[in-house]
């Protein structure tokens, strides 16, 4: 069992910056892949960005390239998520999750635990 707890969301003026982190309990924590998502009103759920378990490889959404950094910390059972040069469109409610298939992955139905989320809004 992977209990996931987010931190990090608010409110930011576009061209900003956040930093989104992800605690998880378990001794486990570094066995699994990590993913963020984000969920607009109105919108389905969709992929962000994904680390798999040894922190090596990276996955990112073509909207978020260049401007969103996952990253890992075992040691802190801790996944964060750098979001630059952030724009209106980014605004939603961000979930990370946990996938014990490993590797990067980018549907929902790959991840076993999710958190709750943090609210991410961005305003013009």
């Known amino acids: 069992q992977v209990q996931l707890v987010e931190s990090g969301g608010g409110l930011v003026q576009a061209g900003g910056s956040l930093r989104l982190s992800c605690a998880a309990s378990?001794?486990?924590?570094?066995?699994?892949?990590m993913g963020w998502f984000r969920q607009a009103p109105g919108k389905e759920r969709e992929f962000v960005a994904s680390?798999?378990?040894?922190?090596?490889?990276?996955y990112y959404e073509d909207s978020v390239k260049g401007r969103f950094t996952i990253s890992r910390d075992n040691a802190k059972n801790t996944v964060y998520l750098q979001m630059n040069s952030l724009k209106p469109e980014d605004t939603a409610v961000y979930y990370c999750?946990?996938?014990?298939?490993?590797?990067?992955?980018?549907?929902?139905?790959?991840?076993?635990?999710w958190g709750q989320g943090t609210q991410v809004t961005v305003s013009s």
């Open positions: 999750a946990a996938a014990g298939i490993r590797r990067v992955a980018d549907r929902t139905g790959e991840y076993d635990y």
């Open positions: 680390i798999d378990w040894r922190g090596v490889s990276t």
């Open positions: 378990g001794r486990t924590f570094s066995s699994y892949a």
